[in-house]
Protein backbone atom coordinates (compact mmCIF):
# COMPACT_ATOMS: atom_id res chain seq x y z
CA UNK A 1 0.00 0.00 0.00
CA UNK A 2 1.18 3.59 -0.78
CA UNK A 3 1.69 6.15 1.25
CA UNK A 4 -1.15 7.73 -0.45
CA UNK A 5 -3.56 5.25 0.18
CA UNK A 6 -2.00 4.87 3.72
CA UNK A 7 -2.93 8.49 3.95
CA UNK A 8 -6.71 8.32 2.83
CA UNK A 9 -7.05 4.93 4.74
CA UNK A 10 -6.07 6.12 8.18
CA UNK A 11 -8.43 9.99 7.35
CA UNK A 12 -11.22 7.92 6.56
CA UNK A 13 -10.62 5.71 9.67
CA UNK A 14 -10.51 9.16 11.62
CA UNK A 15 -13.87 10.39 10.07
CA UNK A 16 -15.67 7.43 10.78
CA UNK A 17 -14.68 7.49 14.45
CA UNK A 18 -17.82 8.13 16.20
CA UNK A 19 -16.05 9.15 18.84
CA UNK A 20 -14.21 11.73 17.33
CA UNK A 21 -15.47 15.28 18.19
CA UNK A 22 -12.15 16.87 16.20
CA UNK A 23 -14.77 17.86 12.61
CA UNK A 24 -16.62 20.51 13.34
CA UNK A 25 -19.56 21.51 10.67
CA UNK A 26 -17.09 23.84 9.13
CA UNK A 27 -14.34 21.45 8.45
CA UNK A 28 -17.08 18.95 7.21
CA UNK A 29 -18.26 21.33 4.32
CA UNK A 30 -15.18 22.67 3.61
CA UNK A 31 -13.85 19.04 2.58
CA UNK A 32 -17.09 18.70 0.86
CA UNK A 33 -15.90 21.22 -1.17
CA UNK A 34 -12.80 20.32 -1.39
CA UNK A 35 -12.99 16.59 -2.10
CA UNK A 36 -16.06 17.49 -5.11
CA UNK A 37 -13.34 19.71 -6.74
CA UNK A 38 -11.10 16.82 -7.22
CA UNK A 39 -10.13 13.86 -9.71
CA UNK A 40 -11.05 10.24 -8.29
CA UNK A 41 -7.17 10.31 -8.28
CA UNK A 42 -5.53 8.65 -4.58
CA UNK A 43 -2.79 10.60 -4.70
CA UNK A 44 -4.34 14.24 -5.68
CA UNK A 45 -6.78 13.03 -3.26
CA UNK A 46 -4.12 12.23 -0.32
CA UNK A 47 -2.06 15.83 -1.37
CA UNK A 48 -5.49 18.00 -1.14
CA UNK A 49 -6.60 16.62 2.34
CA UNK A 50 -2.87 16.56 3.67
CA UNK A 51 -2.47 20.21 3.09
CA UNK A 52 -6.15 20.35 4.39
CA UNK A 53 -5.48 18.90 7.57
CA UNK A 54 -2.15 20.28 8.25
CA UNK A 55 -4.32 23.47 9.07
CA UNK A 56 -6.22 22.07 11.52
CA UNK A 57 -3.31 21.32 14.36
CA UNK A 58 -5.62 18.34 16.19
CA UNK A 59 -6.78 16.58 13.31
CA UNK A 60 -3.62 16.53 11.97
CA UNK A 61 -2.51 15.05 15.32
CA UNK A 62 -5.40 12.80 15.58
CA UNK A 63 -3.89 11.60 11.36
CA UNK A 64 -0.28 11.04 12.84
CA UNK A 65 -1.37 8.48 15.43
CA UNK A 66 -3.73 6.79 13.41
CA UNK A 67 -0.72 6.39 10.63
CA UNK A 68 2.03 5.54 13.38
CA UNK A 69 -0.23 3.18 15.23
CA UNK A 70 -0.41 1.26 12.12
CA UNK A 71 2.91 1.41 10.77
CA UNK A 72 4.38 0.37 14.11
CA UNK A 73 2.20 -2.45 14.86
CA UNK A 74 2.21 -3.62 11.36
CA UNK A 75 -1.58 -3.45 10.82
CA UNK A 76 -3.53 -3.21 7.99
CA UNK A 77 -6.34 -0.36 7.74
CA UNK A 78 -9.78 -1.39 8.22
CA UNK A 79 -11.02 -0.97 4.73
CA UNK A 80 -14.45 -0.42 5.56
CA UNK A 81 -16.01 1.89 3.82
CA UNK A 82 -19.41 2.07 5.86
CA UNK A 83 -19.34 1.59 9.67
CA UNK A 84 -22.92 1.46 9.98
CA UNK A 85 -22.75 -2.00 7.50
CA UNK A 86 -22.04 -5.03 9.93
CA UNK A 87 -20.34 -7.66 7.42
CA UNK A 88 -18.57 -5.46 4.67
CA UNK A 89 -17.30 -8.37 2.36
CA UNK A 90 -13.52 -6.20 1.90
CA UNK A 91 -12.95 -7.89 -1.57
CA UNK A 92 -15.38 -5.65 -2.66
CA UNK A 93 -14.46 -2.04 -0.86
CA UNK A 94 -12.67 0.28 -2.57
CA UNK A 95 -10.29 3.18 -2.12
CA UNK A 96 -11.63 6.31 -4.32
CA UNK A 97 -12.95 9.58 -4.53
CA UNK A 98 -16.46 7.96 -3.41
CA UNK A 99 -15.08 5.97 -0.44
CA UNK A 100 -13.74 9.60 0.83
CA UNK A 101 -16.89 11.30 0.12
CA UNK A 102 -19.38 8.66 1.95
CA UNK A 103 -16.90 8.71 4.96
CA UNK A 104 -17.27 12.56 4.77
CA UNK A 105 -21.19 12.40 4.54
CA UNK A 106 -21.35 9.90 7.42
CA UNK A 107 -18.93 12.02 9.73
CA UNK A 108 -21.83 15.17 8.74
CA UNK A 109 -24.67 13.11 10.32
CA UNK A 110 -22.37 12.68 13.22
CA UNK A 111 -21.26 15.88 13.45
CA UNK A 112 -24.76 16.94 13.17
CA UNK A 113 -26.67 14.91 16.09
CA UNK A 114 -23.86 15.73 18.02
CA UNK A 115 -24.51 19.57 17.92
CA UNK A 116 -28.45 19.58 17.94
CA UNK A 117 -30.40 20.53 21.01
CA UNK A 118 -32.13 18.00 22.53
CA UNK A 119 -36.34 17.50 21.59
CA UNK A 120 -38.30 18.31 23.89
CA UNK A 121 -41.08 16.25 24.63
CA UNK A 122 -44.91 17.66 24.93
Do not use: C
Not at 26 to 51: G, R, V, Y
Amino acid sequence: MSFDEQNLEAFIELLNDKRSRLFTPQDIASLTKLIDSLPDDIEKLSLAIAAWYEKRPKILDAQLDILNNHLSSGTNFNRVSDSNVGDVNSSDYQLNKQALQNAIQQSSASVTSQISPPKKLL
